[in-house]
């Protein structure tokens, strides 16, 4: 009997730690980070201050936390659509841009939360300013294999580019004609490749 009151505590204390973290995730992500405090979080939520704070020791805490979950489903859509094509670096590079496009796209996109969190946090050491730049260091890494692949003389050159194409893209989400970002990025993206093989 006991292990099983331990076994829901532990559920409730997971359902509690997620209801928090969704809730803010949500509200960072549609009024930016610092227009947000704990107590709207805690309002919305409909938990405790203290329960919060028992999962999140800080604001910046819960703020990393944010960005960390971005970055699982940003990774999550990236390796599925990588695997579909392994062994075409070309086409896994197209599909990468229609997603990417897709989402840049849409109405209620508010940009790339890494992007918009390291804008609200000059600090270099502040703990959402680095998961933000670690997830920009993965997309150059990953966009260098792709370069790699695809056999161009300069990859790094190549990986650069296309991380300033796509993060251009995320800032520029606003001023996109309907369905006009995935065909600016797969068009402007092989120009870049056609550079780089010369």
Request: a positive charge; proline letters at 3%.
């Amino acid at each position: 009997m006991q292990k099983s009151a331990s076994n829901s505590d532990t559920r409730n204390h997971a359902a509690v730690r997620e209801k928090v973290l969704q809730t803010a995730c949500a509200l960072f992500y549609q009024h930016g980070v610092r227009a947000v405090g704990v107590d709207l979080v805690v309002e919305k939520a409909g938990v405790a201050k203290t329960s919060l704070y028992r999962h999140f020791a800080t604001k910046d805490d819960l703020i990393a936390a944010f960005l960390e979950r971005e970055d699982a489903d940003f990774w999550g859509t990236w390796d599925r659509v990588a695997g579909r094509h392994a062994d075409d670096a070309a086409a896994e590079l197209d599909a990468h841009l229609a997603w990417i496009g897709e989402r840049a796209g849409r109405a209620n996109y508010r940009g790339c939360p890494q992007i918009n969190v390291a804008a609200e946090f000059p600090e270099a050491d502040h703990p959402a300013r680095k998961v933000a730049a670690a997830h920009k260091r993965e997309m150059r890494r990953r966009l260098k294999e792709i370069s790699q692949r695809l056999g161009v003389s300069r990859p790094d050159e190549l990986a650069g580019q296309l991380s300033l194409l796509i993060n251009g893209a995320f800032v520029s989400s606003q001023i996109f004609k309907p369905g006009e970002a995935t065909p600016l990025l797969r068009r402007t993206a092989r120009a870049l490749i056609n550079a780089n093989r010369t």
